[in-house]
């Protein structure tokens, strides 16, 4: 499958810039993907001088697409686990860590992989379909209580209380098992001028719950930091808010609260130092010629 179906790498210029690679460093990129940012590392380093990436994806279908490179190495895993393949690795230290957080086009176009709303098919929406439960285990099995509570924090949806509540009674009729059957039962909640906005965050709420993004993501950005040596650079591209105050808040403080401990003579304690005040955006005319990248907003730091 060409790249450019499978997926457009976001902010691309500016992620590459921005981990100012060196020809004989070592780097992380936390989610291969389509391969787009790992092929642009890769072009940059030199194996002489000992420079390697190592990739990771726990999705099948990206693994199989990894380059054969002696600047390469990928990883079948989730990013969580950044210590201990570095240390399986033998790496000490690395230069730097890149996670492109958004999901491939491939995934929101694969119809048996239920990311869309736009396609019917299995309720499923693992990255890693060989492990975990899928969207369909929680809807027809959490608590009402418990799926209100995601479809709030992760979707940012006012109505999740009535949603939860149409998806215990159409469940209690017959299993959701397909995408089709979940929008039947909480279409009534839906506010037709925003239909897709809305389905949209009912299905990114039950994404990141499905993969628990956020906890893999806590695990990543601490896992980074021990990985990264002074002077190494961490990029991290989000494309929701949860995400994006979680890694701001890492980078300017070191905890994901965003509580700022000074010292003594009322210098901020952080192991991390932010590069620029806001967040790198796309530029518009990256946003027309890949609207999916509307969203993504890179944030760089450096390793004290």
Known sequence: MPEEVYHIPA??????????????????????????????????LDAGLGGMLYSFDQDEDAV?????????????????????FMRYYDVAEVDGV?????????HFDDTERGFSFRFDGPLDMRMNRQAGRSAADLVNTLPEERIAE??????????????????????????????????????P???????KKELAQVFQALRIEVNDEMGA?????????????????LAV?????????????????????????KDFFGRIE???????????????EETERNPRSRSAKLRVAVKL
């Open 98 to 106: 890149l996670a492109d957080l958004g999901v491939s086009f491939h």
């Open 237 to 261: 591209i989000t494309y929701h808010s949860l995400e994006d105050r979680m890694v701001k808040n890492f980078m300017k403080t070191g905890n994901f609260a965003g509580n700022v401990e």
């Open 270 to 284: 952080a192991p991390l130092k932010p590069l620029g005040g806001k967040p790198i955006v796309p530029t518009a």
């Open 150 to 187: 995601i479809l709030y924090i992760y979707g940012e949806l006012k109505q999740s209380r009535q949603m939860a509540r149409s998806i215990v009674k159409a469940r209690s009729e017959s299993p959701l098992q397909t995408i089709g059957r979940l929008i039947d039962a909480i279409r």
């Open 11 to 44: 902010l691309l210029p500016e992620t590459i810039s921005a981990l100012d690679i060196q020809p004989g460093g070592i780097y992380v990129d936390a989610t291969f993907g389509g391969g787009g940012h790992s092929r642009a590392i890769m072009e940059r």
């Open 217 to 233: 993501l806590r695990e990543l950005l601490q896992g980074a930091l021990k990985v990264l040596k002074p002077g190494g650079r």
């Open 189 to 195: 909640h839906i506010d037709q001028r925003k239909e």
């Open 64 to 84: 199989r697409r990894a380059p054969s490179d002696p600047r390469f190495t990928m990883v079948y895993s989730n990013f969580r686990f950044i210590t201990n």
